[in-house]
């Protein structure tokens, strides 16, 4: 299984990014896909969580700003993010799971290899 995430770069307060993970090895549609992110010195965090049905998940500090959306037809997931602020600055992960949870990380088996993203002030 691959989880292949980009997308991820250098954008000022207030822009937007689209990030994209092309995942492949799974049978894509039968999985929960999730992006979490990690800035440095802190923990890994739950961003947003889309399920096979389309069913939508997000973190409370992203909620209104970012968009999680899934083509199962191209076995890809996306993270539309608006209105960046500096406290978005992190690694991104993608992430393909069949927890219960899709908030928790334990819900997820694969894991990507991460895209930075840094919004500057």
């Known amino acids: 299984v691959q989880l292949q995430a980009s997308g991820g770069g250098l954008v000022q307060a207030g822009g937007s990014l689209r990030l994209t993970c092309a995942a492949s090895?799974?049978?894509?549609?039968?999985?929960?896909m999730g992006w979490f992110r990690q800035a440095p010195g802190k923990e890994r965090e739950f961003v947003a969580a889309?399920?096979?049905?389309?069913?939508?998940y997000y973190g409370d500090s992203v909620k209104g700003r970012f968009t999680i959306s899934r083509d199962n037809a191209k076995s890809t997931v996306y993270l539309e993010m608006n209105s960046l602020k500096p406290d978005d600055t992190a690694v991104y992960y993608c992430?393909?799971?069949?927890?219960?949870?899709?908030?928790?990380?334990?819900?997820?088996?694969?894991w990507g290899q991460g895209t930075q993203v840094t919004v500057s002030s």
């Open positions: 889309i399920r096979w049905s389309g069913s939508t």
């Open positions: 090895g799974l049978i894509f549609i039968s999985y929960t």
């Open positions: 992430a393909g799971g069949s927890g219960q949870q899709p908030e928790t990380m334990r819900s997820y088996a694969y």
